[in-house]
């Protein structure tokens, strides 16, 4: 990272050129790529895969999977049959990936369509030898359990296809709008942040870093991290502009009042800024990072761009503790994941399938005063008797439940006391994540 | 049963206790401990009222019973308050001396720390304490009284803490409402400080930790001065809540598990240990693993204290405080918890011992009382400031007063 700044200062600020396609899967996501579309995306190819033909965005190709057993019907809100639609036209989704070095994928979840065919096409990007980006949204807790289960369900299948999944709930946005908004407004207001979150990501592509921070290095961040991993983009111009992105961060709605920077593991923070970025500025607005969230790993990454004049936009990438060690199912033939059977959340979240090297600690070391065969005839019963049963398949694990399960007991009514972005009415050990096991 | 005028009372309307104690200050101007009521605090969390009517059934349990064990009738009390909203910091007031002779009078002094407390507070908030620490005559540092000596320009340095108006005002209304006067409110880390510390612990420098049901109050003394105060909204609810939802046992079992089972210290003894509980009918209710219980008091302890030695270590006071540290309120009887405050400060930490006044013994050993001692402590320095200053003339006004019937 380091050799670059100073092999080429000057030619920072310039984009890279970088084949980018970006699909939207499904109505919310062909409507939300149309928004991209009228919008700055320079340089991206916009390629909108439906079902049926309910919405069209302007200056999207646009596939559409047509199959006679559905008589244009689309996928009628069932993910299975998006699926299957998905794989009969998978040659298709493959050639309009061909090209691509990056790309990006933008759905709602819970539907049909999104559901099914966005594992699919990330699948077929990925053969076609490009890099996956998954944004995606979920619906709002008013959908209904079912539409929450099946987006539970796609995301889990995404997250084993794609590179990087960034994951957008409905419901975060809602938290922004007044108790009298429009329905409508609710999903334009989630679909804006969504699109926020992208271009932050484009920009991290698109801009020659004087600190790069490379797509690989995101999107194993995003592997890595398979607990919610959260993003905020802020943008301030002027002369305090550096306080004005400080100010606005941690009021993020998608960062939960600050919360999730003092929780998270890993924190990606990407500047970029105009000629004039100063680097007091960057000073300022890492040492207030550092501040929010002292637990982290942060990479830094910084760009400058002659557009940028006067302007700076923080994008941060958040990704919280694990919540589980292994919630993946295994990919099934030809990378194809394996159909969770239940929605994640239940029993197969709870199965470890490696068991632990750990001794147990039941084993007793016979007293040294018996004899040799004494001694080893106790050691073979407690092998005897351990052996069997930890060969018995896959031992049930306690999880750690995710925080905002946690209730607060008697203080759930009271004010809580934050201290600097913790919610101290939660058991200590709940928050600094020890085990008690 | 007359309410002289030498008794004092301290009320403290804690989270998990109401506590009135009664003092007397006897002619040589030596206070003793005369009396004390408590009752069990309903509709009180973190410190702050939540059901006023609750507190006010608590309040007037804990006056009778003190009244009863003091022989006297309480018509005023000093009211200890503490919650989450109260902050303290150090401010500094400056006032020019005019007179031509460029002698500092009385009126100059009281005018300084006027300044000293016109800050710019929150809209809602209101000066609890404004507590001198130095004076500055012409920048010459560490001057006591100030009074009759020359300069020309006056400086103090004073403490003020501060709170949100409303929230200190009801528990001032529900006092009132009881027809008790309220003489003054004071900070309970505050009160607790003056019962604990001796003046020479306070010329050394020394930390208060008053661990109650619902907060933390903290107080910091150097150079005879308080320096530092603080209020963590953390205290024993939060151990007994943690308990019951990491144990999942009801509330008041953890409660009950916190008092019988519980420590700051996880020892070898209790690794793997487990012990079976029943409910009230004798029927098994869960299985409780002690290093749990132990692990999670511990962690939420330790918590406590880090936040404290942040807070201490921001303001640069940590290497102040050379008589150690003194711990009290319900939380210091926490077994070991002096071991696990050493650890985490890295300073000498012993439990704080209610020694500067004298009474009632059994009173005055228990660390939950050094709050309300604190206030009756406090009552009594106004109380001599009051006495002290009558002139000649009205002294004689009052003896006859008091010999002619009104």
């Known amino acids: 990272m380091d050799s670059e700044i100073i092999s080429q200062p000057l030619s920072a600020g310039e984009t890279k050129k970088r084949s980018v396609t970006i699909f939207g899967v499904g109505t919310a996501g062909i409507t939300m790529a149309g928004q991209m579309a009228a919008e700055d995306f320079t340089g991206a190819k916009f390629v909108a895969v439906n079902t049926d033909n309910s919405v069209t965005a302007a200056g999207a190709e646009m596939i559409h999977l047509e199959s006679k057993m559905l008589r244009g019907l689309g996928a009628g809100g069932d993910p299975e049959r998006g699926c299957e639609l998905a794989e009969e036209n998978f040659d298709r989704l493959k050639t309009a990936c061909a090209g691509a070095e990056v790309v990006f994928l933008v759905t709602g979840l819970g539907g049909g369509t999104g559901t099914g065919v966005s594992p699919v096409l990330a699948r077929a990007a990925r053969e076609s030898g490009a890099l996956v980006l998954a944004f995606v949204t979920l619906p709002f807790a008013c959908e209904g359990n079912q539409r929450e289960r099946h987006a539970r369900q796609g995301l889990e299948q995404l997250k084993t296809v794609a590179d990087g999944v960034i994951c957008l709930p409905h419901q975060k946005a809602a938290k922004l709008l007044e108790e009298h908004a429009g329905f409508a407004d609710a999903f334009r207001a989630s679909a804006h942040l969504l699109i926020e979150g992208v271009r932050g990501v484009w920009r991290l592509l698109m801009y020659r870093g004087l600190i790069e921070i490379h797509f690989e290095e995101l999107c194993a961040l995003l592997r890595a991290g398979h607990g919610e991993s959260c993003f905020a983009t802020v943008e301030s111009a002027g002369t305090t502009r550096a306080r004005d992105a400080i100010e606005k961060l941690p009021a993020h709605p998608l960062l939960d009042g600050g919360q999730a920077l003092t929780e998270a593991e890993t924190v990606l923070v990407s500047l970029l800024g105009g000629p004039d970025l100063s680097m007091a500025d960057v000073n300022r607005v890492m040492a207030d990072l550092n501040e929010h969230c002292p637990k982290a790993r942060i990479i830094m990454g910084a760009a400058v761009a002659e557009s940028f004049h006067d302007r700076l936009a923080v994008t941060i990438i958040a990704t919280g503790r694990q919540p589980r060690t292994s919630a993946k199912p295994a990919p099934g033939k030809n990378g194809k994941p394996a159909l969770t059977p239940d929605a994640p959340g239940f029993d197969t979240e709870l199965l470890h399938p490696t068991k632990p090297e750990r001794p147990s600690s039941r084993h007793v070391p016979p007293a040294p005063a018996l004899s040799v065969e004494q001694r080893e005839q106790i050691l073979a019963q407690q092998t005897g008797k351990r052996g069997p049963v930890r060969k018995a398949g896959p031992r049930m694990k306690q999880i750690t439940l995710p925080l905002d399960i946690v209730n607060k007991g008697r203080f759930d009514k009271s004010e809580p006391t934050i201290h600097k972005g913790e919610d101290l009415d939660l058991p200590t050990y709940v928050r600094r994540g020890v085990a008690l096991n | ?406």
């Open chain 2, 1 to 406: 049963m007359f309410d002289s005028p030498s008794i004092i009372v301290g009320l403290e309307i804690g989270t998990s206790k109401i506590c009135a104690v009664v003092g007397e200050m006897n002619d040589d101007g030596v206070l003793n401990i005369i009396g004390v009521g408590q009752a069990r605090t309903r509709g009180v969390r973190k410190g702050e009222i939540v059901d006023a009517r609750a507190v006010e059934e608590g309040v007037r349990h804990a006056i009778v019973e003190a009244e009863q064990m003091a022989d006297v009738e309480i018509r005023s009390v000093y009211l200890g308050v503490t919650g989450g909203h109260i902050r303290g910091f150090n401010n500094r007031g400056v006032h020019p001396v005019v007179s031509a002779d460029r002698e500092i009078s009385d009126e100059d002094v009281l005018d300084v720390v006027k300044n000293a407390k016109a800050i710019n507070l929150p809209q809602d908030n209101t000066v609890l304490h404004a507590i001198r620490q130095h004076f500055l005559v012409d920048g010459h540092d560490g001057v006591t009284d100030p009074v009759g000596m020359l300069g020309a320009r006056l400086e103090v340095d004073v403490h003020v803490v501060h709170g949100h108006l409303n929230r200190l005002q009801n528990a001032i209304r529900v006092v009132k409402g009881m027809q008790l006067e309220v003489n003054e409110v004071v900070f309970n880390g505050l009160a607790s400080s003056l019962a604990v510390l001796s003046n020479a612990q306070k010329e050394l420098g020394a930390l208060v930790i008053d661990i109650g049901g619902g907060t933390t109050d903290y107080v910091v003394y150097s150079g005879g001065v308080i320096k530092h105060t603080g209020v963590l909204a953390v205290g024993g609810d939060h151990v007994t809540n943690d308990l019951a939802f990491g144990l999942k046992v009801p509330q008041g079992r953890a409660e009950q598990l916190k008092i019988e089972n519980g420590s700051a210290f996880i020892d070898e003894a209790v690794k793997g240990q487990t012990m079976n509980i029943t409910s009230e009918l004798g029927l098994p209710l869960n299985t409780v693993n002690l290093e749990h219980l132990r692990r999670i008091m511990v962690m939420r302890l330790e918590e406590v204290f880090q936040l404290i030695a942040q807070d201490l270590e921001q303001a640069g006071l940590l290497e102040y405080l050379r008589a150690g540290v003194f711990l009290c309120g319900g939380g210091a009887r926490i077994p070991e918890i002096a071991r696990l405050a050493e650890q985490v400060l890295e300073l000498p930490v012993t439990l704080g011992k209610t020694n500067t006044v004298s009474g009632l013994k059994s009173t005055l050993d228990q660390p939950e009382f050094a709050t309300a001692i604190g206030l009756v402590r406090f009552g009594s320095f106004k109380f001599r400031k009051r006495e002290a200053r009558p002139t000649f003339g009205q002294n004689l006004k009052n003896v006859f007063g008091k010999l002619l019937p009104r």
